[in-house]
Each structure stands twice: as structure tokens, then as C-alpha cells.
């Protein structure tokens, strides 16, 4: 019954749709469309390499106040943050840790994913038993990919080969098997670890939920808890066609939920808010079903 | 025994009256010239020639095969430039197909501006929807189609794309007068051709619908326009179509006000099918197409997509 409405909140909105939301305090109580399925994680990707960060913050591996030199010439560009800026950046590990999360900052995301490792991501996936659950490169090597399967590097050019069905078939970062990804029930999982402090030490798994929760976009999860008595935290992911975000929905009497949603349609279309707006649609219906 | 070939050697034989001027004009030695005008002669059950050291003369046989074997030779001739014209495809038939979305109007114009190209080669059109289409043409049972896009063409070649405004059908009774805003329509329902007919520009069309604030109260789905025309007569529902679709009276068409929504069409076709007629179809869809007020587009897409930093790439 409520799946089949988790099922029209992506429907009427024309994506397909993969969701899992547990009570973070009750594990058992939890609801799931589709899961167990692959899927791509697109920036959803920086969630797995905030969690090995602050792993190796707890094992003294890296200072978390240590400062990063992002020069402009090298840094990865991005339409948020440092990646979006001109002029040389130097910054702290969690101050870049907060930018990689709340604007999905790119240039951040690769300068800590070049500190800590693909290897590492993956080895603390595997321990936090995550198996379905792979990081497979950063942001520049998704962009590589697709630049490559566009078969133009030029940003206009590529936005318009991007609407091309053809083109986008071919799109690696889209194919789970070929891309970052996991399952809505894996991410809920990695989320609970985080608000339950088993992720990492209790201190870190709070820098984790501090950024998570300054995240700014509302269009999407948020966007289905329009009350100011209601914290949502989260991390979204975007490529073309794809819409994602994974988050905590806390609520004024005390109970805790993780919900992943990840959404595809083909349409090419960027700005598409029904599509946004079914995400927070289908984790409210969720949630309210776990009542 | 290849008979044509034997005529041949045979006609020359008989013309020359010399074996050794016609192996000279066959490009053959004389010996096996010979050889072969004997099979020709064991074949046949007949003497074909009278041969003296001197001389080669005709026996009566001879004089009739001659006769006829030059008027067999000239249409053998015929037969191999005939299908040298259908391989080259200025002959024969050419297998196409449109949607059904384009109009009776658009269909006879297309048939006859083929016909004028390529008179010669009978055109199979017939309706299909586009994902059928490219179906169709990536099995080889259509040579070429119209399609719209975009469209996922994969290996198949695309012609130019041409694009034209959709406005909105509205019943008459109560209908503004001048250009309609997409947003005005929100508490009406939609009639629609199935997603099936064409996905991508479905998807497309619903998606740029709900950007401008119509989200539809209800979706019917109709393939051709006077069907389209009847749920739209009834009252609840408005359409789109393009500018020249004739209308039931009752219907009317508005411009829809920045011409939000476009139709876009190409041909395609199977790379293997390349030669006259193909050639001849994407021309005569061209002049139809221009001639109808469609313009040619530079991308199958928009002309222009702008991501935003909520809704771009990797955000």
C-alpha cells in the first residue's frame, strides 16, 4: 500500500525511482522500493569520502586542521565553492570537508579524495560491511568520462551533446557496473552508522552530521518537510537524468530517519523541479509510513 | 555451359569472319576461341560455320543464331544496366515511413515531391511510430523514415533537423483571442499522442508543460489530430498541434505566447540504403518541410541548455 504511493510520487512526476527509509532508532522498522538494486551515485559519492576522512582524522592519518593549497590551475571547476572561484584557495581539511558536502563543492571533493584515497574509501566501505557499495574515482575522472563519451571537452557543447538520447546512452557515469554506486538500503545503513556514532568517533561522526546538515539545496529531500520543527540533512548527486539525495529527516518528537532516494528519467531536461520535488515526495510518504 | 558468353565469342566470330581478328577484338587467344565455338556447336546440335583454311563463312544456322543472338545480347545488356539502376536505387522501391502525428496535407506533398525526384521508384509509405521506426530501419525492413526527435538513432544516419511551433488547441466557446500562456492552462486537462510514438519528445514536451506551471489535471491519449480535436471539443481538455492542421468546427488554434514547445523532425535512415532514393526522399522532405514554414535547426536538441548550480552536473 505505501509502496504503491511511494511508487506514484515517482511516477507522477515521470522518473524511476529507488528508495529505502529506516528508522535510525529501530532498524527493523524500515520501507524499501527496489531497494537492493544498483545504482549510481553520482556526488552522493563525497558521502563515503567524508566518512574515510574523518576515519583518518580518529587515526591521526591527517589533521583536520591542516591547510590545502588549491591553486586555480589545478583544482578541479565545478559550479559551486572553490571550484567555481578564480583565485588561489588555501584551506583547511574540514573547512573543505563542510564545502565538499553543504555545495558539493568539486575542487574540494578531489583535493580530499587525493589525501585520502580511492583505496581507503573502499577498504572502510568493506569494513562498515558496505560490499555493494564502490567509489570509482573522483569528480575530474566523472567529467573525463563524459567529456569522452560526448566526445567534446567545450562546456556549451557538451550541455547540448548531453540532451542527445544517443549520447547519453553511452554515458558510463550512468551505468552502475562502470561508476560510484550502491543501494538506497546501503546508504541508509553508512547514514545510521553516522548518526549512531558507529561510523567514526562520536566527535567525528558530529563534524559529519554538522555538514551534512548545512547542506543548502531545498529542492529536493528537504523540500518534502516544509517546517521549520523538522532538521533534514543531506547529500544530493546529479548527472544527466539522474536526481539523488540521501539524508536524516529529524523530527520535533525525537525520531530519526534515513531515506535514500535515486531517481533517473530520460529526459535530458537540467532543470526539471517535479522531478526535484518527488524525491522529498516519496521519503515524506515513506516516513509517514513508518509511523 | 555460360550460353551468353558463347554468343558472344560467337557474334564476334561471325561479324569478323576471321578467328584470328575476333580473338584480337575478344582479348583472347585464338585456340580457345575456337575451342568454345565448337562447345557452341555440340551444345546447339548444329554447324555454325564453314571453315577452310581461307576462309570462315556462315552456314544457315549460323546466319539465324546471329540474328538472334544479337537481339538476346542487347537485352541481356538491358537486364544489367536496368539492375545497375535499382542497386543504384534510381529504380525499384524505397520503403519509408512517417508518424502518424504528420499530417494528411504533409504526407500527399511528401509523395508527390518524391515522385517528381524520382519517378521511377515506387515509395512505400507507410505510418509508424518512432520508436517502431528505428526499429524498422536498424532490421532492414524500412530503407528511410521521418522521425522525431530527439530520437535515440544509434548507427543509423540522421538528416537536418527542422523544427516548428505547437500552439494549443482550445474550444472555441470561451477561447482568448490572442497568443495563450502555457501557465493560463493549468486547470485544463491534455490530449496527447502516446508516449509510445515517440518517447523522448513526450517526456520532453510534459517536462517544458510543468516548467511553465501546466501540469495537466488529466493526460488523454489520441494519435491523430481529429480524435485530438474531439476530446478538445468537449471542453475540458486543449491540444497541441502545429499552425496548419485543419480543425473541426468548434476547435481553434492560439500560438502559445514565447513558443515554449517545438516540434522537431529529421530523416534517418540505414547507412546500407545510401543511393538515389534516399537521396531524393531527404530532399523531397526538405522542400516539403521549408515549404510547410518548418526551420532548419542546428541540433536535434535545444539550441542552447544552461545548467544551474542546483541542478547541473555532479551537484
Known sequence: ?291 | MDLLRHLRYFVAVAEELHFGRAAQRLHMAQPPLSQRIRGLERELGVELLKRSTRRVELTPAGRVLLAEARELLAQAEHLQAVMGRVQAGELGELRAAAPPMVGGAAVARLLTAFHERCPDVQLELRESTTPALLQALADGSLDIGLVSRPARLGALAGGPTFATALGVLLAADGAPEGPVELGQLRDRELVLFPRESAPDQYDELLATCSAYGFVPRAVHHAVATPFAAGVVLAGRAVGFATADEPLPPGVVWRPLAGRPLQWRVSTAWRPGAAGTAVAAFNDAATAVLADAGWTPVDAPGPARRVPRPASGLLT
Open chain 1, 1 to 291: 500500500m505505501s509502496q504503491a504511493r511511494i511508487a506514484a510520487a515517482f511516477a507522477d512526476a515521470g522518473v524511476e525511482g529507488w528508495l529505502h527509509a529506516v528508522d535510525i532508532d529501530a532498524p527493523g522498522r524500515e520501507i524499501g522500493l527496489r531497494a537492493d538494486d544498483p545504482v549510481v551515485l553520482s556526488s552522493v559519492f563525497k558521502l563515503p569520502l567524508l566518512v574515510e576522512l574523518w576515519r583518518q582524522v580518529d587515526a591521526g592519518l591527517l589533521s583536520a586542521t591542516t591547510a590545502v593549497d588549491l591553486p586555480p590551475a589545478t583544482r578541479t571547476s565545478g559550479p559551486t565553492g572553490i571550484a567555481a572561484m578564480r583565485d588561489p584557495v588555501r584551506m583547511s581539511v574540514r573547512d573543505l570537508a563542510q564545502l565538499m558536502i553543504s555545495v558539493s563543492d568539486n575542487a574540494a571533493a578531489d583535493a580530499l579524495f587525493d589525501l585520502v584515497g580511492e583505496r581507503a574509501i573502499n577498504a572502510r566501505l568493506d569494513a562498515l560491511g558496505l560490499d555493494a557499495t564502490r567509489v570509482v574515482g573522483c569528480c575530474r575522472d566523472l567529467f573525463a568520462a563524459m567529456q569522452q563519451d560526448a566526445g567534446t571537452e567545450e562546456p556549451d557543447e557538451l550541455a547540448l551533446r548531453l540532451a542527445d538520447p544517443d549520447v547519453r546512452a553511452r554515458l558510463r557515469v550512468l551505468d552502475p557496473a562502470r561508476s560510484s554506486r550502491s543501494t538506497p538500503r546501503q546508504m541508509t545503513a553508512l547514514l545510521g552508522a553516522v548518526w549512531r556514532d558507529g561510523a567514526a568517533s562520536a566527535e567525528a561522526c558530529a563534524e559529519m552530521r554538522r555538514a551534512l546538515a548545512l547542506q543548502v539545496w531545498p529542492h529536493r529531500l528537504a523540500s518534502g518537510f516544509p517546517s521549520d520543527d523538522v532538521r533534514v540533512s543531506g547529500k544530493t548527486g546529479t548527472l544527466p537524468g539522474v536526481r539523488n539525495e540521501v539524508g536524516v529527516v529529524e523530527r520535533p518528537d525525537g525520531r530519526r530517519f534515513a531515506v535514500a532516494v535515486f531517481t533517473r528519467t530520460d529526459s535530458p531536461a537540467f532543470v526539471l523541479p517535479q522531478a526535484d520535488a518527488a524525491i522529498g515526495r516519496a521519503a515524506r510518504v515513506a516516513i509517514d509510513a513508518l509511523d
